[in-house]
């Protein structure tokens, strides 16, 4: 079945509208922190310098749905990445090797790897 180039652009929107309602999630979440979080200040033994420690309770529901949100929109941009990418490919080349079906990231991490290494 072929599928469209338009189509896979669609996608990637769609799973970013999604996204964009996870971080809404997650930012309404956020703003309900500041009332179960406490603060205190700390001296480093080693340094004498004073700072500020904050803390959450552990048994606070909020971190578990937080970690599940954050998950859930890195997984959809994730893959708005992938649909995009492929879409890109099928406007550019005859087939889409199946070996980049999903986008590249080791290959930019590979690149940007060696052009650090040569720019100095």
Same mark, same amino acid.
């Given at each position: 079945?072929?599928? %469209?180039?338009?189509?896979?652009?669609?996608?990637?929107?769609?799973?970013?509208?999604?996204?964009?309602?996870?971080?809404?999630?997650?930012?309404?979440?956020?703003?309900?922190?500041?009332?179960?979080?406490?603060?205190?200040?700390?001296?480093?033994?080693?340094?004498?310098?004073?700072?500020?420690?904050?803390?959450?309770?552990?048994?606070?529901? %909020?971190?578990?749905?937080?970690?599940?949100?954050?998950?859930?929109?890195?997984?959809?941009?994730?893959?708005?990445?992938?649909?995009?990418?492929?879409?890109?490919?099928?406007?550019?080349?005859?087939?889409?090797?199946?070996?980049?079906?999903?986008?590249?990231?080791?290959?930019?991490?590979?690149?940007?790897?060696?052009?650090?290494?040569?720019?100095?």
């Amino acid at each position: 079945m072929q599928v %469209h180039v338009g189509e896979q652009f669609r996608a990637a929107k769609l799973k970013i509208k999604r996204a964009n309602k996870h971080i809404a999630e997650i930012e309404a979440r956020i703003s309900l922190l500041p009332n179960e979080y406490a603060a205190r200040i700390q001296v480093d033994p080693q340094t004498g310098n004073e700072f500020l420690e904050y803390g959450i309770s552990q048994g606070s529901e %909020h971190i578990g749905d937080l970690a599940l949100m954050i998950g859930d929109a890195i997984h959809n941009l994730k893959c708005a990445l992938d649909y995009a990418w492929i879409g890109a490919l099928m406007k550019n080349t005859v087939t889409v090797p199946k070996k980049l079906h999903k986008f590249p990231f080791t290959l930019l991490v590979n690149f940007w790897n060696r052009r650090l290494r040569t720019e100095k």
